[in-house]
């Protein structure tokens, strides 16, 4: 869930007219925020083991897992950054490209040892 985070925490400090230096950092400091859930998970799962019995650890880590990534998935911010498509039978994607709009020098859109577009 750390590559969707980091796109949210951009778009809400753009939305929020927040200075590019602050979009620059936003995604280092929800990486360390990540990697700190990497360091401390496995100790409390472990603590929850060793204290109480590991199905209470496991059975906790699963519910906290589809809960928290529920309600991530579910969350109003999602629509910051998903993609608008359109009904239109000519519109396309944001970020499409067909290979007529592409340059002959891209190798997606020339033939091998050809510099003629397909």
Excluded: I, K, Q, W
């Excluded at 809400?12 to 925020?33: D, F, I, Y």
């Excluded at 529920?70 to 998903?82: C, E, N």
């Excluded at 009904?87 to 510099?115: Q, Y």
């Amino acid at each position: 869930m750390g590559p969707p985070a980091r796109t949210r925490l951009v778009a809400l400090a753009r939305r929020a007219g927040a200075p590019e230096a602050t979009v620059g950092a936003a995604p280092s400091s929800e990486s360390t925020l990540d990697d700190m859930s990497f360091l401390l998970g496995p100790a409390l799962v472990g603590l929850t083991a060793v204290l109480a019995h590991p199905a209470y650890a496991m059975a906790g880590t699963a519910l906290l897992v589809a809960l928290c990534g529920t309600a991530f998935a579910l969350h109003p911010t999602a629509r910051l950054v998903a993609p608008a498509y359109r009904t239109s039978r000519r519109a396309r994607p944001p970020g499409h490209a067909s290979l007529r709009h592409l340059p002959a020098t891209s190798a997606a859109a020339a033939p091998s040892g050809s510099g003629r577009a397909r």
